[in-house]
């Protein structure tokens, strides 16, 4: 890593303003209250001894020999990494060739190129086999004309390529949302200068936009290092998450490995985060002018779109064929072991429209909440991290984005002890109420929005504030005048990815949930999963919800495009 | 602190108020009652519509969580109890909450139940809880998937283990799925111990799949994904209810066992919850298990007069009557050390146990094209490699496998140490038996 120093001679910001701490201090009770406490009253059986209460490592000294557990990590590891590889192949195309060009739909190719993120458990991977599996449709016309069939769906393979297809929005998100804010006058710099074609996309964009790929990257690592319902669903247990779900829910307290391999996913999450932050560390990112501005768009010749255009459809095509099997899943009859479904019926659709408003309600209603909480602590950390020299400030960032490695199961359990003996009036617990879980879908999802905040202010020049206080304006006034209103593509592409995913978020709800009227989308999923008659209404509540995210999400692409050009920076 | 001990003070008075007032009112059940359940909506919503009628004035508010995290849910929130009822098949896990002291006894009012379905006892002997449902274990399989792949139709256990089956069973982890723990326990019980493994582990050997939840294996036989599945009878039944492909057998080494509901101890209604279990034994709630979503056996014998002619009817049919006794404080016992040794010989070892398999099916292919002693000798011994156990029957029941298992207060083995260990068991004995059966296979040739 060569970086570049930033030159001492910037005059040195003051260490915090009492406002500053204030708001450190609020942030920092926050994620104490709702993340810390109640993880650490579940990863503290890690460092127990067993059936006494002193401290040991013993636990951690069994986990490294065995060999299970070993290869489960190097499993895990090369699994994310894996995918990451190929959700940057999915992603870089649509990312690049919607911003960079004239491209017509591009609002709509970002939204579908969305959609796989807001797949909702367990419907995705039974969509995916209805394809891809060993009998799937395709697998069965193969042999059937070809007399060979394909593993897509075997082993740890399958997983890199379903987590490939249901985390690259990640990639395409965060990375679309940097080029739109890469400064024009560097690209116009370049050209002028003699650059052009891949050279000036390899040497001056995709450095330029390299926050908006680090943050979208180490997101999709993480998250497929942690996340345990695609291998489980695909019947692939050596992979650390499965292995600490497994033990946490089978075996129970009894047993500390669980905790022990939480701990391990824990500070392999937080260590990929600090590398990819240290990646960008010392270097400067941000331009000046009026905070980017997005590249020129430049037209295609005709053979250049329909190149262009051909990749986007192939892309999309493969990337969206889970969502194409739920829908025909949703208006099949029976579908058993043949190419499509013998039959097509719209009574699925009858029983959950019936049965089920209560928890599309809930569902908006938690999911905007969290995702609401979620960008104003991303916003406030960021800021904190990257505008002040509060000591300690780092510790937020790396709290809020261990949230991403805590299981959901651990959260859920952790809440349940750490609130379910607080008692509100009326005897009812606290970890009964609704806002339980909407809390627990804040924590689940905020480091989300942190990363697109976080990518957002790299981008922004320091100067624009300095220059802002130098002319009179208060430090908050500042942030409330020129920071967030330059930040908004970020803030907003946090806040789409924060209230998708936790739409469709299971594994804390499920611990949660206490009464039907509470319960959200994902559980109603769930528990019409259970069942032969339940699987076609489960598909359609699926559908009902990958529709409702999504159109969420065509808004607010909708909303970022009229913005640019209110302010004169879109085509 | 403070105020947490003075709120959880506060609420202790508040229940002990709150329960002295439902025993005043017992007589008149209403308002909420809270069931924690594994059933699926198709099971539950029937019943809750038709015991919201038969008792007005009372709702049923479903909890639905899978077996093991029900359990785990309601040991986190007994402090402060807000659930009535626990309900679902696997007896194990009421015998976990029983030991737990999660449950309170109730004994009910209806008639026409006799003690014992096949030769299981319907209720527990102290009235923690009692059975309303029985169901059997047996294989499901894919009609389609089956003439594709050309598979015969299977009765035995046994018959899964022939080389025709490799790669085309599915099952559930016992470790997750309180039902094929059962199965996996009916297997050892009527076997014995180590012919039962060695059952097992040739079973396994064809394997496909092992699922981590109950339902994966009907869903993907269901789908074709895989052509058979171990699968408690419901499962079958409701899928052919449903229209899909789908027939099933009972073996003859199996056991029917009830499903089972009980009453939460502190429950917060206990009268509505004690309605909702004289609701299920009813003729009107026993009926509800008739419904094609359902198809669970009713305990009282006389609703099956209003079961269709090809519904199996566990107190007249012979087959149950010939089931094995099974005997639940023995499988209570070494739960723990059934299920682990099930994930550390079978599950974490799937691969291995599948490539040595896959010779051996080749070996006696050759075998039975041209005899040839030596080759024999060789593929039974690999056979007798692979169905090594690590430890012995006594040893799965001992104080001290026990205390490893369940987190005893005294220090002892851990879980891990134990795990590792049968792990390289497995791994060794796994190689070695490869190793033997490629020079069977060399033999043949």
Not at chain 1, 359 to 374: P, R, S, V
Not at chain 2, 6 to 17: C, F, N, Q, V
């Amino acid at each position: 890593m060569t970086a570049i120093p930033i030159p001492a001679s910037r005059p040195r910001r003051s260490a915090g303003t009492p406002g500053q701490i204030a708001l450190a201090l609020a942030i920092a009770a926050f994620l104490m209250m709702f993340l810390v406490l109640p993880v650490a009253t579940v990863i503290y059986v890690a460092f127990t001894e067993k059936g006494t209460s002193t401290f040991t490592l013993v636990n951690f000294y069994d986990f490294v020999r065995t060999e299970l557990f070993m290869r489960s990590l190097w499993n895990s590891f090369y699994v994310s990494a894996m995918a990451v590889v190929w959700a940057s192949v999915f992603a870089l195309p649509l990312a690049y060739l919607t911003t960079r060009f004239v491209f017509r739909g591009a609002a709509i190719v970002q939204t579908l190129g969305f959609l796989p993120l807001i797949m909702p458990p367990f419907v995705g991977a039974v969509a995916m086999q209805l394809f891809f599996g060993r009998n799937g449709s395709i697998n069965l016309l193969l042999d059937d004309w070809f007399g060979f069939k394909i593993d897509f769906m075997e082993g740890l393979n399958g997983v890199i390529f379903v987590q490939s297809v249901h985390y690259f929005p990640f990639i395409l998100i965060n990375l679309s949302a940097a080029l739109r804010n890469v400064d024009r006058a560097m690209e116009e710099a370049a050209q002028n200068l003699g650059s052009s074609g891949f050279r000036l996309f390899r040497r001056i964009v995709f450095p330029l936009a390299m926050p908006g790929y680090l943050a979208g990257a180490s997101l999709v690592f993480v998250k497929v290092f942690d996340d345990l319902a695609t291998p489980l669903l695909l019947n692939v247990k050596d992979m650390l998450a499965p292995q600490a779900y497994l033990r946490v829910t089978s075996i129970g307290i009894a047993d500390p490995m669980g905790y022990v391999i939480s701990v391990v996913l824990i500070v392999a999450s937080v260590l990929a985060m600090w590398l990819s932050a240290r990646a960008l560390k010392g270097r400067d990112y941000a331009t000046t002018q009026r905070g980017g501005g997005g590249l020129a768009k430049r037209v295609m010749t005709p053979m250049e779109a329909v190149f262009g255009y051909g990749i986007v459809i192939l892309i999309l095509a493969l990337v969206l064929a889970p969502h194409l099997g739920l829908l025909l899943l949703s208006f099949a009859t029976i579908w058993s072991y043949s190419p499509l479904p013998d039959g097509f019926t719209t009574a699925h659709y009858a029983r959950v429209f019936g049965e089920s408003s209560i928890y599309i309600k809930n569902t908006l209603i938690y999911a905007t909440i969290a995702g609401g909480i979620d960008v104003v602590l991303g916003v406030a950390i960021a800021y904190l991290v990257l505008r002040t020299k509060l000591i300690g400030r780092e510790w937020l960032d790396w709290m809020a984005s261990a949230a991403l490695a805590i299981p959901g199961v651990v959260l859920g359990i952790g809440y349940l002890r750490t609130f379910y003996g607080i008692t509100l009036p009326g005897g009812t617990p606290l970890a009964a109420l609704w806002i339980t879980i909407v809390l627990a879908l804040a924590i689940r999802r905020l480091p989300y929005a942190l990363r697109a905040c976080y990518a957002a202010l790299q981008q922004i020049s320091v100067s624009l504030e300095e220059a802002a206080e130098n002319l009179g304006a208060t430090k908050a006034r500042t942030v409330r005048r020129i920071v967030v209103p330059l930040m908004a593509g970020g803030i907003l592409a946090g806040f789409v990815t924060s209230f998708a995913t936790a739409a469709v978020e299971l594994s804390a709800t499920l611990m949660l949930v206490q009464s039907n009227s509470d319960a959200p989308l994902a559980y109603g999923l769930y528990v019409f999963m259970q069942s032969a008659a339940g699987r076609g209404p489960g598909a359609a509540l699926g559908v009902v919800a990958v529709i409702l995210v999504a159109a969420c999400t065509f808004l607010s692409h909708l909303i970022i495009e009229r913005s640019q050009k209110a302010r004169g920076m879109g085509h | 602190m403070l105020n947490r001990r003075a709120a959880l003070a506060a609420t202790l008075s508040l229940s002990l108020g709150a329960s002295l007032a439902t025993v005043a009112l017992a007589q008149a059940p209403s308002g909420k009652v809270t069931v924690v359940t594994s059933f699926s909506k198709d099971v539950t919503d029937p019943i809750k519509k038709a015991f919201e009628k038969a008792v007005p004035g009372v709702t049923l508010e479903v909890q639905n969580r899978n077996t093991n995290a029900g359990v785990k849910y309601v040991e986190e929130t007994k402090a402060n109890n807000q659930v009535d009822l626990f309900w679902a098949s696997a007896p194990d896990a009421f015998e976990v909450l029983k030991g737990k002291k999660l449950l309170t006894p109730y004994k009910s009012k209806a008639t026409g139940i006799p003690d014992k379905i096949g030769s299981y006892p319907i209720n527990d002997p102290q009235g923690f809880y009692s059975g309303f449902a029985a169901s059997g274990y047996g294989i499901m399989w894919n009609d389609r998937y089956a003439k594709a792949n050309k598979l015969p139709e299977p009765k035995e256990w046994q018959d899964l283990a022939k080389p025709v089956f490799y790669d085309h069973v599915s099952i559930a982890a016992p470790s997750r799925s309180g039902t094929t723990h059962l199965t996996i326990e009916t297997i050892l019980q009527g076997e014995g111990w180590d012919k039962g493994w060695r059952t097992i582990k040739e079973m396994a050997g064809n394997f496909r799949a092992i699922n981590e939840r109950s339902f994966g294996v009907p869903e993907q036989v269901n789908s074709g994904q895989v052509g058979v599945g171990i699968v408690i009878d419901f499962f079958a039944f409701s899928a052919q209810a449903s229209g899909f492909p789908i027939k099933f057998v009972y073996p003859s080494v199996t056991t029917v066992v009830p499903a089972n509901v009980g009453i939460i101890a502190n429950a917060p209604n206990q009268a509505a919850a004690e309605a909702f279990i004289e609701f299920l034994l009813s003729p009107a709630g026993q009926e509800v298990l008739l419904e094609p979503g359902i198809r669970r056996l009713p305990v009282n014998p006389t609703v099956y007069a209003k079961a269709g002619p090809d519904y199996p009817n566990p107190f007249t049919d012979p087959r149950f009557q010939k089931m094995i006794g099974f005997d639940v404080d023995k499988s209570e016992g070494r739960t723990a050390v059934v299920d682990t040794l099930f994930d550390q010989l079978i599950s974490f070892q799937l691969d291995a146990l599948k490539g040595v398999n896959k010779v051996l099916h080749e070996v006696d292919a050759a075998l039975a094209k041209k005899p040839n002693d030596k080759a024999k000798a060789l593929a039974e011994e690999a056979r007798v490699l692979l169905a090594a156990m690590p430890v012995t029957e006594a040893q799965a029941a001992s104080p001290e496998l026990r205390g490893a298992f369940t987190g005893g207060k005294e220090k002892g083995a851990r879980q891990a140490e134990i795990e590792s260990q049968w792990a390289s068991f497995a791994r060794d004995n796994y190689a070695k038996a490869k190793a033997k059966a490629e020079e069977a296979l060399k033999a043949t040739k």
